[in-house]
Structures are given as C-alpha cells and as structure tokens.
C-alpha cells in the first residue's frame, strides 16, 4: 500500500522506520536515506509493508487531505513531530541536530538539568561548611585516600592531632577546648563537601561517555562538554588552592584563620559559571523553542536579560567577599549603617583600592548596594517587558525573576539583622542561585534563532 495521509493517520507510530527512510527537513524537500534503493520497507511496529514515495509526494498528500478530513492542529504538530524522529533529526537552541533522536535529545538534557542540580548541592554545601567553620578541619588533599574516613579511635586520634598543628586550632583552643567529637562534625562537613564534588565529577564524566559512545551529543557540543570537564577539574584545584590559605601561619594576624576571600571569590565564580553552562545548555535540550519575532524591542531585551543575569552573578560574587571576611558582622542594621548612610571606616585601608577587597565596613557597603541596585533594576525590567509580545513562558521567568529578586532581598536584610545564624544565611546562599536560575531560564528562552 502507498504511504498516503489516511495510513500515517491510522498507522504512523513514533518508532517506525528506525533506520532513518525519511529524513524530513525544511517541508519535505529532500529525501536522504541508506535504504533509499530499495523498493519496499516494513514498518516494525505495524508490520506492513509500505512502499515509498517521495516526501512533497507524502506533503502534498497531507495538505490535499486537509480539506477532505477534520485533522485537529494537535495531530498535525504529532505527525510532523514523529516523522522528525523517525528521521533521527532533532532541534537544540534553535539548531537542527540531524541523526539525533528526540528522545536521545531529553535524556541529554536531562542529565544537564542534574549536572547544575549537583553543583547547586555543591555551593550550598560548601557555604554551609564556611559558615560552621569546618573548611580547615581536613589539613590535607589526597584524591583517592581523602575518600576513606578514619575507622578506629586511633586514626580519629592522628587526625586530631595532626589538624592540631594548624593555626585554626591554636587560636580556637585560646577559647575553649575543642573535644575530639566537635573535630568530628566539622571534619565530616569538610568531608562531605569533598566527597560531593567528587560525585558532581563521576554524574558528569560516566554519562557524557556514554552518550558520545551513542551518538547523541552533537558535533556543536563536544567543545562545551570539554569546557564542562575543564571547570569541574579547574573547581577541585581552586578548593585546594583555597583551604591552602587559611593553612598558613600569619603572625601579623590577631583574628580566627581564614582561607583568602580572593581564593574563596574565584572558587564561588567558577562553580556559578559552571552552574550557569550546566543549566542553559539543559534548558536549551529540554524546553521546545518558540520564535520570536526579531524586532528592535527584543533585540533591546535580549540585552537587557543578559545585562540582569550579570548583575545578579556579580552581586552573588561579591557574598564571597562578605563570607571570606565575615563582613556580615560588622554593621548589623538597615537601611542605615550604625546611623550613617556612608560609615566613618569606608576609607580606612591604604592604598584606597584595598578597602573594596579587604576592608569589610566596605566589603559589606558595597554587597547591600549591590544588592539593592538589582532589585531595582530587575524592577525596572520587568516593567519594559510588561508590553513586550513575549510567549506565555517567557513572562512566567520574568515574574519569577521579580519575585524571587523580593524575597531575595528580604533573606539577606533578615540575615544581617539577626546576626548571620547558620540556618538563615544558607538559605540566602540558596536563594541567590535561584535567582540566577531565573535569570538563567529568561535569557534560554529570549535567546535568538540563527539564521
């Protein structure tokens, strides 16, 4: 039987001609196929014979059909959808990404969206163990040897004594006595932040290998999976280089050690870089793309959302700094700052450019302007996009990004009130990732087609 529309109508499954008879591409216009020459193929789920004919044949047929039976728009987009599977062709970013199955292209994406959902865990984990203190307690790095803990009260006993030769210990033991069951929570928050990005290491390498082996990751994204490996590889290097600096003897010092904020900022901004990679490129898998017309005024908002996503990794950046020095300490009132909106010690390091790095009365001045500046102008932006002619997804991530920028904004005001508890300043932590997931899923879906 020929393949006209009243068989792909009653017979058309999503799995049909797996070897690729049909490759649909730009409206039926051309045909290539290994299995051209023959003459006849079996459908694997119908097991009928079909004999084929040329795609504008198959097109035509469709169209002329059209007037003759009530196809509803559902079970056209279906059909045209399948066609495009069986074909093995599939779309990423606005780009055709042939011999790719749609379903190879999900699970891609899927497995993305669980990259970025591991390198979330991992920077609320490391913020968790900053703010209890416990990124000192693990002296050393040892790849393979740090993923065994101590088993016995006499291997518990030489780490202990072992983190005893460290600054830390001998500043905290001026304090009090810190008891080998407090070495053990903090040396096991150390451990765990550890042990998760080994794991973000072995969910992104395990399953990348194995889609390549497949097929199913496209020529334009095996750079960006080397990039990925690159950061992951680049952020183990960072921890290390980081806990290095608070290992360090500093006679000058009269505070509780504390690793670099230079080293700490880099470690955060690679890990949100890498955040941000993981989560666009899995939107850009998992969510169908929907044109926009490229007028003035959407090109003014691609900008515009790229302009707002960097004000939010860079107002989430300068927390780093806040943590590194413990700045959130230092002026524990809003709006004001002990009564003055500009404080007596802004100024007070010299050379004057030290003060926006290592003074932490201006560490803090500058994140809570910071802070407020994005809320204002993600305010600001959401009313330009308030007459936009955006698709109804693309204004549900505009009031989100407004109202998490809200809430956002209420977790640091009530974390620097209350005195920075542990619980509170993690969620702040948590909640500046959202926001840049917001962000992030805004620009996904205002990005441009190519030609």
């Known amino acids: 039987m020929y393949l006209t529309t ?27 196929s290994k299995n051209i020459a023959q003459p006849q193929n079996v459908c694997s789920n119908c097991q009928k014979t079909v004999r084929l004919i040329h795609p504008s044949r198959i097109y035509s047929n469709y169209v002329k059909n059209l007037f003759t039976t009530k196809y509803s728009s559902s079970s056209i987009q279906k059909f045209v959808q399948s066609v495009r599977y069986a074909a093995g062709s599939a779309t990423v970013n606005g780009v055709s990404s042939p011999q790719i199955p749609l379903r190879g292209q999900k699970i891609v994406g899927g497995w993305l969206i669980g990259c970025a959902g591991m390198v979330f865990g991992a920077v609320i984990l490391g913020g968790v163990t900053r703010l209890t203190e416990s990124g000192l307690s693990m002296v050393d790095w040892r790849l393979l040897k740090d993923m065994k803990p101590p088993s016995s009260q006499e291997e518990w006993q030489n780490e202990f004594e ?80 980081m806990v290095k600096s608070g290992l360090v003897e500093k006679p000058e010092s009269t505070d509780i050690p504390r690793v670099s904020q230079y080293r700490l900022a880099a470690h955060l901004g690679s890990a949100l870089f890498l955040y941000t990679l993981f989560l666009y490129g899995g939107l850009g898998h998992l969510i169908k793309p929907v044109q926009l017309p490229n007028t003035p005024q959407i090109k003014r908002l691609r900008v515009l959302t790229h302009g707002v996503m960097t004000l939010v990794f860079v107002t989430a950046l300068s927390g780093a700094f806040v943590a590194g020095l413990d700045a959130g300490l230092v002026y524990n009132s809003w709006p004001k700052m002990a009564d003055k909106w500009i404080p007596d010690d802004i100024g007070a390091f010299d050379p004057k450019w030290k003060n926006i790095f290592e003074n932490p009365t201006t560490v803090q001045f500058n994140h809570r302007h910071l802070a407020e500046s994005t809320v204002a102008v993600i305010a600001g932006f959401w009313w330009i996009c308030r007459k936009a002619p955006l698709h109804p997804r693309a204004r549900l991530a505009v009031n989100c990004l407004l109202g998490m920028s809200l809430v956002q904004a209420t977790l640091g005001i009530s974390t620097l009130l209350t005195y920075v508890p542990t619980s509170l300043a993690a969620t702040h932590q948590s909640g500046s990732l959202v926001l840049l997931s917001f962000a992030v899923w805004l620009a996904s879906e205002l990005r441009r087609f190519p030609k």
């Open 6 to 32: 009243s068989f792909i109508r009653q017979n058309f499954h999503k799995n049909s001609f797996k070897s690729a008879l049909l490759t649909v591409n730009r409206g039926f216009r051309h045909f290539t």
């Open 162 to 241: 072992r983190y005893k030769e460290f600054p830390e210990y001998k500043y905290v033991s001026k304090e009090k006595e810190m008891t080998l069951n407090h070495f053990k929570f903090i040396w096991y928050m150390e451990y765990s932040h550890r042990m998760w990005g080994r794991a973000v290491g072995l969910v992104f390498a395990l399953p990348a290998l194995y889609f390549l082996r497949k097929g199913w990751i496209s020529k334009a994204m095996k750079p960006r999976l080397a990039i990925y490996a690159s950061l992951i590889g680049f952020q183990g290097f960072l921890g290390w280089y």
